[in-house]
């Protein structure tokens, strides 16, 4: 059974880069079972898609994010990571990571998500 | 961008039947999946590809598209049924979401 666990500071300050990192088991980020994503959703708004990668490094990103985002992996660790550069307040949001077996299919398992505030 | 829309929320009594609807531009040409999703739980697929339900899930739940949208039916509505519903489809290659319908059962 997949299992996805999110972690992450909490509290990001505008301007600054966002970290996050997901620890993946029961299946490696390597064996090119799943497409690794991150989705999030923002205080009372839907969900969103932030992108995803596919080992050994085909990553795909939302086109509104595309400029300020990269998702990686770190096979050693078997995590799974997002970076997201130049925050503001519209970046707050639940962040959720996610495994889709192919693009087009249904989002097989979740994380319990880890909830980032931007503020000052 | 492509976008689709759902209500905000539905309420109805145990027994009754529920029509949570996704709107898209041409959704029935889209696989269209949807999910149940409890506080506390993950997202749980429910539908796929418009109307096929996964193994394990109550045949009161079904699914169908046409034109611009899709419908997601619960037919006899049990208070274990209360929770978000989201939409998701795939639009030149991005994944969308609907804004999710709370379903409350009164």
């Known amino acids: 059974q997949v299992q996805l666990q999110e972690s992450g500071p909490g509290l990001v300050e505008p301007s600054q880069t966002l970290s996050l990192t997901c620890a993946v088991s029961?299946?490696?980020?390597?064996?090119?079972?799943?497409?690794w994503t991150w989705i999030r959703r923002p205080p009372g708004k839907g969900l969103e898609w932030i992108g995803y990668?596919?080992?050994?490094?085909?990553?795909y990103y939302n086109p509104s994010l595309q400029s300020r985002v990269a998702i990686s992996v770190d096979a050693s660790k078997n995590q799974l990571s997002l970076r997201l550069i130049s925050v503001t307040a519209a970046d707050t949001a639940q962040y959720y990571c996610?495994?889709?077996?192919?693009?087009?299919?249904?989002?097989?398992?979740w994380g319990q998500g880890t909830p980032v505030i931007v503020s000052s | 961008s492509y976008e689709l829309t759902q209500p905000q929320s539905l309420s109805l009594s145990p027994g009754q039947t529920a029509g949570i609807t996704c709107s898209g531009d041409e959704l029935a040409d889209l696989p269209v999946y949807w999910y149940q999703w409890k506080p506390g739980q993950s997202p749980l697929l429910i539908i796929y590809q418009g109307n096929n339900r996964p193994s394990g899930i109550p045949e009161r739940f079904s699914g169908s598209t046409s034109g611009d949208t899709a419908t997601l039916t619960i037919n006899g509505i049990q208070s274990m049924d209360e929770a978000e519903y989201h939409c998701q489809a795939w639009a030149s290659g991005t994944a969308v979401f609907g804004g999710g319908t709370k379903v409350t059962v009164l």
């Open positions: 996610a495994a889709a077996p192919s693009p087009g299919d249904h989002f097989a398992h």
């Open positions: 990668i596919y080992y050994p490094g085909s990553a």
């Open positions: 029961g299946d490696s980020l390597t064996t090119g079972d799943y497409y």
